[in-house]
């Protein structure tokens, strides 16, 4: 299926690994100019130079280095990227914890990076894809928004705001062709992924392929995600013919 989205210009927020990477690769295969952030050179050279593999020829990809979760970054990234046609909203995510032990600091670096971060992305590029009749905004957030668990309540908390900023922002963009939508991942394996069975081989002590077979126990489809089949639903969400979906959550949870 062709998705209709050469040409068109992405930036993609935390993308040198992971879940950020997959969605740049699926945009970059369909010949999108994909801007990927992150805060390590040597993984942004090595993803820019990936995406540049798969990617049609003329596809520009461009990277820049900045933490996305400070004002200075993001007007790097901007400054990269200055009129994207479709938004890819990601961070890294808070540690898990006891909600006890949490202070203001705590609550506060969680709303900047996963709340307040792509609430100010999405304020500063959502006129101009009004004003172009089409946008793609595309949340990384996490199961978690729909199923809370208490460790991860910092997590939770700051995305269900976002989530709830998105749907009520939604409603205004969508009569100009600009959808926002959020993707809710449960277990794909990604490097985080990989620390977390790695946390549990020390916190159990057993071994990493026992590991990964317990969490992947923990999952209807028997198995984790793979970063490639979330950034294929991210590139669909940004596809032409996604225009008639708005303001949604999709589980990427393998059945969970
Ligand atoms: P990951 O494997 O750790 O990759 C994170 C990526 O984000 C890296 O490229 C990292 O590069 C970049 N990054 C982190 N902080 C950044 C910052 N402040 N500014 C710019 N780039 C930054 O993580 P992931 O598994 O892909 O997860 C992505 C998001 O989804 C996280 O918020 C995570 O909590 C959430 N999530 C994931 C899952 C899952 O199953 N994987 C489940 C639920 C929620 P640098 O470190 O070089 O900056």
Redesign the pocket.
């Known amino acids: 299926m062709d998705l209709g989205i050469a040409g068109k210009r992405a930036l993609v927020?935390?993308?040198?690994?992971?879940?950020?990477?997959g969605c740049a690769l699926a945009l970059a295969r369909e010949g999108v100019h994909v801007t990927i952030?992150?805060?390590?050179r040597e993984?942004l050279e090595a993803t820019a130079a990936e995406l540049e593999k798969v990617s049609p020829r003329g596809t520009a990809i461009t990277w820049i280095a900045?933490?996305?979760?400070t004002p200075e970054?993001r007007a790097a990234a901007l400054g990269a990227c200055p009129q994207p046609d479709i938004l890819v909203n990601?961070?890294?995510?808070p540690p898990p914890g006891d909600f006890r032990n949490w202070s203001r600091e705590d609550w506060i670096a969680a709303l900047d990076?996963?709340m307040l971060t792509p609430i100010e992305l999405i304020k500063a590029t959502v006129d101009g894809m009004i004003a172009r009749r089409f946008g793609r905004i595309v949340n990384?957030t996490?199961?978690?928004v729909k199923s809370p668990r208490a460790t991860m309540a910092l997590?939770t908390t700051a995305r269900t705001g976002l989530t709830a900023f998105c749907k009520a922002i939604s409603f205004e963009a969508a009569a100009d062709n600009v959808t926002i939508n959020n993707l809710l991942?449960?277990?794909?394996d990604?490097?985080?992924?990989q620390q977390m069975a790695e946390r549990m081989m020390q916190r159990e002590g057993i071994g990493l392929d026992e590991a990964r077979r317990r969490i992947a126990m923990t999952i209807a489809a028997r198995r984790m995600g793979r970063p490639e089949e979330f950034g294929d639903a991210c590139a669909f969400l940004c596809a032409a013919q996604a225009g008639f979906i708005s303001g949604q959550n999709l589980q990427l949870d393998g059945g969970s």
Do not use: F, H, W
């Open positions: 927020c935390a993308a040198s690994k992971g879940l950020g990477r952030v992150a805060r390590g993984a900045a933490d996305i979760t970054g990601n961070a890294g995510g990076a996963n990384i996490s199961a978690m997590s991942p449960e277990r794909i990604t490097p985080r992924q």
